[in-house]
């Protein structure tokens, strides 16, 4: 069962709904919707032509699942296996002021990005400490940092990753 910290908070759901966060995190509330049962459902929302949060949230199995069901229209290629994890960009929600990644990291890794603001898993296991995160799972690393240096890190996890733009 997720925690109460796995959801968007009550303020950045209102601001989705009003349209008042940032591309990036709108696109982070509307697939943490697609996928939580919990969460009053949401309108769904085109991204690049598609329902993106809605084919984010589908379970795909495997990083490259992802990107055949995405498209290479959609999706980049996977690139950086240093230390078990690959990003792809989301070429779909480019040129939003943010940087929107698909990060899958094999197990022990440690997806310790610089700049993540959000973080949802779409498949797998981020562990934080004794803290577990299952898939539909939005973290919000501004409000909980995520990540300690030791004992923590993924378990064969793909998440969403919406990064401060560089
Ligand atoms: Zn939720």
């Known amino acids: ?18 349209g008042l966060c940032s591309a990036g ?16 459902e949401a309108p769904s929302t085109a991204w690049g032509g598609r329902n993106l949060p809605g084919v984010l949230a589908t379970e795909h199995g495997g990083g490259e699942a992802y990107a ?34 698909l990060v899958d990291a094999a197990a022990g890794a440690s997806a310790d990005l610089p700049g993540v603001l959000f973080l949802v898993v779409l498949r797998g296991l981020l562990a934080d400490g004794s803290i577990r995160f299952a898939r539909g799972a939005f973290i919000d690393l501004a409000a909980a940092p995520l990540l300690e240096p030791e004992g923590a890190g993924p378990r064969g996890c793909i998440c969403l990753a919406i990064c401060e733009s560089v």
Not at 31 to 39: D, I, N, Q, S
Not at 87 to 92: E, N, P, Q, T, V
Request: proline share 4%; glycine share 14%.
């Open 68 to 101: 055949s069901a995405l498209g290479p229209a959609i999706l980049e290629h996977w690139h950086g296996d240093g230390g078990g994890v690959r990003l792809a960009g989301l070429k779909g929600a480019a040129g939003i002021g943010e940087a929107v990644y």
């Open 25 to 40: 995190a709108a696109l982070a509330v509307a697939t943490h919707l697609a996928l939580c049962p919990e969460c009053a």
């Open 1 to 18: 069962m997720m925690s109460s910290t796995s959801h968007p908070t009550a303020s950045l759901q209102l601001d989705y709904r009003n």
